[in-house]
């Protein structure tokens, strides 16, 4: 069976003018082109779409796609399976999410309060979600699915003394980083050592190995995303590159 543009574009529901996008950059040729320059799309270019947006949902950038895509070793049912595994992840993620704000919608209509132990969750999952909506991708593709999941556990089984600990930490590192640069401290000072320190102690709050080279590379990230920067860099500029600075002379040895 074949279909036109439009009808592909109807099927899938992506526009025609993603799918002449995607034709230009050869990502989805068409199967054929009439000599009025219709294009058509059989079965094959349809199995192709189909793992183009799956990548595309999980926030795959198209040159990576096509790379993959065209690679002769290229497995589907492997990348489907794998597509799944990520897909339960964080349906199981949302999950958490919808039970917290049910049960918080609940609490407030009845003009009940949650007892500590769920706004405790609720803080857990709510860190989680953020960081994976806001950095998920770019550590996912540095450090790989089973690292960030793993960070990811760490947080959700924090206790109430160790989470209060973590952001009591964050905030110490931040506020002392913007002293520093204000006092022009130098990253491989005394106070460049001692924040570093601190932002190893951050890492490592729920008793999980120390990896110095892990460290230098979270800290690379600092200044070359920009969320990162503008996050430590929201108040004094130059927070992030110092702390960079810092963890890269001191990590291993603070």
Not at 75 to 95: F, I, P
Not at 107 to 124: G, I, N, P, S, V
Not at 148 to 159: G, K, P, Y
Request: aromatic share 10%; net charge negative; glycine share 6%.
């Amino acid at each position: 069976m074949e279909y036109t543009i439009r009808e592909l574009a109807d099927l899938s529901g992506v526009t025609t003018r993603t799918l002449r996008w995607y034709h230009q950059i050869g990502l989805l040729k068409p199967a054929r082109v009439a000599e009025n320059g219709y294009r058509y799309y059989g079965p094959v270019q349809v199995d192709r779409l189909q793992d183009i947006l799956y990548y595309r949902a999980l926030g795959v950038e198209l040159a990576q796609i096509k790379a993959c895509l065209d690679d002769p070793s290229f497995d589907r049912l492997a990348a489907l399976r794998s597509h799944l595994a990520v897909l339960q992840q964080e349906r199981s993620r949302l999950d958490g999410l919808i039970r917290s704000v049910q049960k918080t919608i609940a609490a407030q209509e009845r003009k009940e309060f949650m007892d500590d132990a769920e706004k405790f969750e609720a803080l857990k999952q709510r860190a989680v979600a953020w960081h994976e909506e806001t950095y998920g991708r770019e550590a996912r593709e540095q450090y790989g699915d089973q690292m960030v999941d793993a960070a990811q556990n760490t947080v959700r089984n924090l206790t109430q003394e160790q989470y209060r600990e973590w952001m009591r930490l964050g905030e110490e590192i931040r506020r002392r980083l913007e002293q520093a640069v204000q006092e022009q401290d130098r990253p491989e000072g005394p106070e460049g050592r001692e924040i570093a320190l601190l932002h190893k102690r951050w890492l490592t709050i729920s008793g999980n190995p120390y990896d110095p080279a892990m460290h230098k590379g979270l800290a690379q990230l600092y200044i070359q995303d920009e969320r990162f920067t503008a996050y430590y860099d929201r108040t004094v500029p130059g927070c992030a590159r110092f702390l960079c600075e810092a963890v890269c002379r001191w990590a291993g040895e603070a």
